[in-house]
């Protein structure tokens, strides 16, 4: 049981490249989520899922997408990176997103943009 | 989600109790209280959450004040690898998608 994975663990891209995170949970929760994390900050939600083939917009979504074609996987895009989105990506996943439940985070994607 | 206000730093040293405070005074009657922690370059892990009853588990306790106005969580003994920023956060009812992160307790463990 692997829990969350993140693939890349590290990634450089220069501005106005593209890249996919992928995020993988082997627990088949419903729930998705993305987060960013800057430095010295708390988590922000960028986007969410609450099942498969469904996605919505978190806090930051800008400059950003999403899509969950399968309910394990949950993938974020960047269409053309700005150096505004240096940061850590989490993934993490949830049961369903009652306020009781806990979620799981995978050990995040760092990502510098130049 | 409502607000939750913590101090930015606290220092223990090893095998000592920490408590770690956290204030919460506009928490509505159906709002869980919960813990993560994030250790150094990894992901948040999940502590601990409770609704109005104290709550124990293997890694910590947590204690809710009887108007709930605010809580405390408990490491018993606190261990190196407890050294971590903590986070407290309130999850109700709609909007319970996402966990609202603060800026959480920045926890040092002395040896």
């Known amino acids: 049981n692997a829990g969350v994975t993140q693939t890349p663990k590290f990634r450089v891209l220069k501005t106005g490249q593209s890249m996919t995170l992928l995020c993988a949970q082997d627990m088949n929760h419903e729930y998705m989520y993305w987060y960013r994390q800057d430095p010295g900050m708390g988590l922000r939600l960028i986007h969410y899922?609450?099942?498969?083939?469904?996605?919505a917009k978190g806090e930051v979504p800008d400059g950003y997408n999403v899509s969950r074609l399968k309910k394990q996987n949950f993938l974020l895009g960047l269409e053309s990176a700005a150096p505004s989105q240096t940061s850590v990506y989490f993934c993490?996943?949830?049961?369903?997103?009652?306020?009781?439940?806990?979620?799981?985070f995978g050990p995040g994607t760092r990502l510098l943009v130049l | 989600d409502a607000k939750t206000t913590q101090p930015n730093s606290m220092e223990s040293n090893e095998e000592e109790p920490v408590h770690l405070p956290c204030n919460h005074s506009t928490i509505s009657g159906t709002d869980y209280i919960h813990w993560y922690r994030q250790l150094p370059s990894q992901g948040p892990e999940y502590v601990i959450h409770?609704?109005?009853s104290n709550v124990n588990n293997r890694m910590a306790s947590l204690a809710i004040a009887e108007d709930r106005k605010s809580s405390t969580l408990i490491l018993h003994r606190a261990t190196l690898r407890d050294a971590a920023v903590y986070y407290c956060?309130?999850?109700?009812?709609?909007?319970?998608?996402?966990?609202?992160f603060g800026k959480g307790t920045k926890l040092t463990v002395n040896p």
């Open positions: 993490a996943s949830s049961t369903r997103g009652r306020p009781q439940e806990t979620q799981y």
């Open positions: 899922s609450v099942g498969e083939g469904t996605t």
């Open positions: 409770g609704l109005t």
């Open positions: 956060i309130l999850r109700g009812r709609g909007g319970s998608e996402k966990l609202v």
